[in-house]
């Protein structure tokens, strides 16, 4: 579990940053790291229009970006629906 928290938060530093803050995942960002890291995760990964209502339905604060906190949302809600738990 160490192991997949390590690659969760690399790959969200190495994406973040390419086009602004470092902390946080510009729309560009988040669509590059979904369509490269969980396309087989994210429906419609490769439709703007899906990426961008997917962001909006994470990003709690409305800046257009999303901190690790609000792209980790996403992660528990593959995870869940991945294991088979209920919501």
Not at 20 to 41: D, I, K, M, W
Not at 76 to 81: D, Q, S
Request: net charge negative; hydrophobic share 40%; with cysteine.
């Amino acid at each position: 579990m160490e192991a997949a928290i390590c690659t969760f938060v690399s790959q969200f530093k190495a994406y973040a940053g390419k086009d602004g803050a470092s902390s946080t995942l510009s729309r560009e960002e988040f669509h590059n790291l979904v369509t490269a890291q969980l396309p087989n995760y994210v429906k419609n990964a490769s439709d703007p229009g899906a990426i961008d209502q997917l962001m909006g339905s994470l990003d709690e604060n409305n800046d257009g970006e999303l901190t690790f906190l609000e792209f980790w949302q996403l992660i528990g809600t593959l995870a869940n629906k991945q294991g088979g738990f209920t919501e």
